[in-house]
Structures are given as structure tokens and as C-alpha cells.
């Protein structure tokens, strides 16, 4: 079954977008003109009647977002490497010694180096998916990265140590 989103207009107050999952739950956030969100849990008896509604101020939104983002795309580079033999998904924590600690992505040149690609910088519970060369590393990072095991074990290495 394909992914189902209706979207409802509730005049006055907003519209409502809802997801009705494979096994027929609905889910539901609901967008006020004023910028105010509320997600909303159906009665799985009553698909009709909703049982309980959670506001969301601003940050508890982004932060929901970001969680269901990272685990979709963590979950999806885990089936691409799955189908890919030879082709391997790791996180690998920044060492608190890295020479790259506190320096741009590009100073690694990871991807030269090692053949391997840094898909997602994990930060603080936030996701930042596909990093630029001037994200800067910063302590506690963990590198998402994408390779052969050779290449990632390269990556590891250089991490850890700089250039060989």
C-alpha cells in the first residue's frame, strides 16, 4: 500500500494533514493560521474520533521532524547498503583528539582519501543530512559515511590521526 496523506481544510482555524498508516491509524497534524500546530492521535476503534491532541510550539516540531527524518534516512542507507554487496553504512564518532576537531569538513578531503562519502553529521540529537565542505566538526560529532569496509576503516583512521 502506498503512502496516504489527505489534507483537510478546516475553515476558520487552519487545514489538517493526515497520515493513515498500512494498518489503517490515523495521525494527524493540524496547521492553525496562526502559525500554532497540534498533532492528533485517532481512536483506532473510531477512525473518525480523535483521542487525544498534543501542541507543538516551533522547536518540539523541528525536533519531532528531525527525529522521524534521521530514523527514515538512517533506515533507508541501511536497505541501500543491504542491496549493495560490498557497500557498507557506519557511524563513526569524531575522536575528542581529531585534528579535524573544530575545522571544516573540507579539510579532510575524506571522500579523495578514503572513497568513502559523509551522508549525515549527527550533532546534539540533530541530523544535518548531506554536509557541506564548511560544515565545521565539532566535538561529540558522529560522522554518518557511506563505503567499501576499507574505505570507512581509511575514514576511521583519518579521523583519528589526520593524513598519513
Given at each position: 500500500?502506498g503512502i496516504?496523506?489527505?489534507?483537510?481544510?478546516?475553515?476558520?482555524?487552519?487545514?489538517?494533514?493526515?497520515?493513515?498508516?498500512?494498518?489503517?491509524?490515523?495521525?494527524?497534524?493540524?496547521?492553525?493560521?496562526?502559525?500554532?500546530?497540534?498533532?492528533?492521535?485517532?481512536?483506532?476503534?473510531?477512525?473518525?474520533?480523535?483521542?487525544?491532541?498534543?501542541?507543538?510550539?516551533?522547536?518540539?516540531?523541528?525536533?519531532?521532524?528531525?527525529?522521524?527524518?534521521?530514523?527514515?534516512?538512517?533506515?533507508?542507507?541501511?536497505?541501500?547498503?543491504?542491496?549493495?554487496?560490498?557497500?557498507?553504512?557506519?557511524?563513526?564518532?569524531?575522536?575528542?583528539?581529531?585534528?579535524?576537531?573544530?575545522?571544516?569538513?573540507?579539510?579532510?578531503?575524506?571522500?579523495?582519501?578514503?572513497?568513502?562519502?559523509?551522508?549525515?553529521?549527527?550533532?546534539d540529537g540533530?541530523?544535518?543530512?548531506?554536509?557541506?565542505?564548511?560544515?565545521?566538526?565539532?566535538?561529540?560529532?558522529?560522522?554518518?559515511?557511506?563505503?567499501?569496509?576499507?574505505?570507512?576503516?581509511?575514514?576511521?583512521?583519518?579521523?583519528?590521526n589526520g593524513?598519513?
Amino acid at each position: 500500500m502506498g503512502i496516504r496523506i489527505e489534507k483537510v481544510d478546516l475553515p476558520g482555524i487552519g487545514f489538517r494533514h493526515d497520515l493513515v498508516t498500512d494498518s489503517g491509524r490515523r495521525i494527524s497534524v493540524v496547521s492553525h493560521r496562526d502559525g500554532e500546530r497540534d498533532l492528533g492521535v485517532f481512536d483506532e476503534d473510531d477512525p473518525d474520533e480523535c483521542r487525544d491532541t498534543i501542541a507543538l510550539n516551533d522547536d518540539e516540531a523541528a525536533a519531532l521532524a528531525d527525529v522521524l527524518g534521521a530514523s527514515v534516512m538512517l533506515a533507508r542507507l541501511t536497505s541501500l547498503s543491504d542491496m549493495a554487496t560490498g557497500l557498507f553504512t557506519e557511524q563513526i564518532a569524531l575522536p575528542t583528539d581529531s585534528p579535524y576537531l573544530n575545522h571544516p569538513l573540507g579539510d579532510t578531503k575524506a571522500r579523495t582519501r578514503t572513497h568513502s562519502s559523509i551522508v549525515a553529521i549527527m550533532r546534539d540529537g540533530q541530523v544535518i543530512p548531506s554536509p557541506t565542505p564548511a560544515d565545521v566538526l565539532r566535538a561529540g560529532d558522529v560522522i554518518v559515511a557511506v563505503g567499501t569496509r576499507g574505505g570507512l576503516d581509511g575514514l576511521a583512521r583519518l579521523l583519528s590521526n589526520g593524513p598519513d
